[in-house]
Structure formats: C-alpha cells, structure tokens
C-alpha cells in the first residue's frame, strides 16, 4: 500500500512563497515519475509540474513555468514543488501523483493540501 501525504499548504498574501512537500509511506519513490496538479473550486483539476525518476526531465504548465520548481530527493523519499510569486490565480488545492506503472496516467494520489493565495 502506498500513501502520498502533502504539506505545506497555507494562506499567503500575493508573491509569496510556498514550498509544498508530498512524501510517500510505504514503498520508495525513487524509480517512479511524480507530479503536481491542482484544482480550484468549481474547476477540473489540471496539470502543474512533472520530474523524472531521476530529476533528469522537468515538465511545468505555461501558467506556472519560471515561478514553480520541482523537484526531489530521494533519500527522503519526498518530491517539492517550490513557489514563488504566488497570484490569486493559484488559489487551489494541490496534490502529488505517483506515476508507478507503465500505463499512461498516474497510479496513486495524494488527499490534497490547500494553498490560499489573497491579493
């Protein structure tokens, strides 16, 4: 059983920072790709960022990129989503995906922490 726990989540005032962290219980996430999404009241959750197994590769949405940064450390078995000149527009609940299996799509997913960002 894998569990994928978020932190760091609060209220901040616009371009602040927040560092979220997602770290996995139960099996390692050092071979898997891992992700970032979030989802705002009364819209479809959607992409933010994506790091490799390795931290090789680094993927962000155009909304977020040159503010957001992803990454990991494996020996804490924990991935990081720095961010940096918070809008209001990233007010959302945020959550990190593990990508386990070779099938397209992520196979388990965090419970979500909420990041409130006030103009």
């Known amino acids: 059983q894998v569990q994928l726990v978020e932190s760091g989540g609060g209220l901040v005032q616009a371009g602040d920072s927040l560092r979220l962290s997602c770290k996995a219980v139960?099996?390692?996430?050092?071979?898997?790709?891992m992700g970032w999404f979030r989802q705002a009241p009364g819209q479809e959750r959607e992409f933010v960022a994506r790091i490799s197994w390795n931290s090789g590769t680094t993927n962000y949405a155009d909304s977020v990129k040159g503010r957001f940064t992803i990454s990991r450390d494996n020996g804490k078995n924990t991935v990081y989503l720095q961010m940096n000149s918070l809008k209001p527009e990233d007010t959302a609940v945020y959550y990190c995906a593990a990508d386990v299996a070779a099938t397209p799509g992520y196979d388990y997913w965090g419970q979500g922490t909420q990041v409130t960002v006030s103009s």
């Open positions: 139960g099996r390692t996430l050092s071979s898997w790709g």
